[in-house]
C-alpha cells in the first residue's frame, strides 16, 4: 500500500495500477486542527462514503447517483481523510470494485469507528461544533492549569458524552454494573466512576487538567415521562 502521508512523490496516468511516481518537494499533507473539517469529513465517510486506491494511494468519494462508480475530492478533503486514517480515527474497510475517470479497479472502503461516531455526536450536541484549540499557554510554575467548564450530555439513559471547554478533548461515560464506566475518545477504559459529575472531572485529570473551580454542566437530552 502507497502510504497515506509523507509521500515524496504524485502519482500519474495511472490510478489503479502501474504508478508512475513524479517526484517533487512536498513532504506529505498538512494536517488541520479544525474540529468542523472533521465532522465533516467524518460525515462524508458515512454518507456518501470515501474509497482509497491502495496502490497509489487516492481518495475518491462514492457517486450516489452510479453505484459502483466514484468521483475525485479535492486535495485538502483527501489529505484529511489521509490524516484521520494515519490518526486511527478512521479505518480501512474491505475492496470494492470501483469506476473512476474512466478506470476501474479495486479500492478499499474508508469505515467510521464508533468511537470516532460518538466523539463527532459530541461535538454537535454542543453547537456549534468547538473551535480549534489555541496553541497551549506555557505552564505556570504552580502546575496543571484548570480544566474550565466540564460539558456532560446525557444522550440517553445510560449513557453521557463529555467535553471539556475550549478543548477537543473528552469522552464517554456508560453505566454498568451501578456505576459509570469512563472511555476517552478511542473506547479506551478510563476508570470508574460514582457519578457523571465524578466522571467529568476523572476525564479532566486524565488528560493532564487540574478540575477548577469552573461547573460541571449537566445536559439530559432524555428524560423519563412523568407517571400519571
Known sequence: MVGMTGQSGTV???LFGGAVIVENAEHGPAATQDPREVARIVAGAQDPGFFVIER???????DPARPGCAEAVSRHDGDTVAQLLDSGHLKLGGNHH???AGQEGPARAVLVPKATRDMVTRWGHLRPVPDP?????PKRATGQ????????DVVQPGKALVLLAGTSQGGT??????RYRVENDHGALVGHASTYRAAGRLL???YGHRPGPGPVEIEHEHRARPRR
Open 12 to 14: 500519474q496516468d495511472a
Open 56 to 62: 497509489t494511494g487516492r481518495v475518491i468519494q462514492a
Open 133 to 137: 484549540r489555541p496553541a497551549p499557554e
Open 145 to 152: 492549569g484548570a480544566s474550565g467548564v466540564i460539558w456532560v
Open 98 to 100: 470501483i469506476h473512476h
Open 204 to 206: 479532566a485529570r486524565y
Open 173 to 178: 461515560v456508560l453505566r454498568e454494573a451501578g
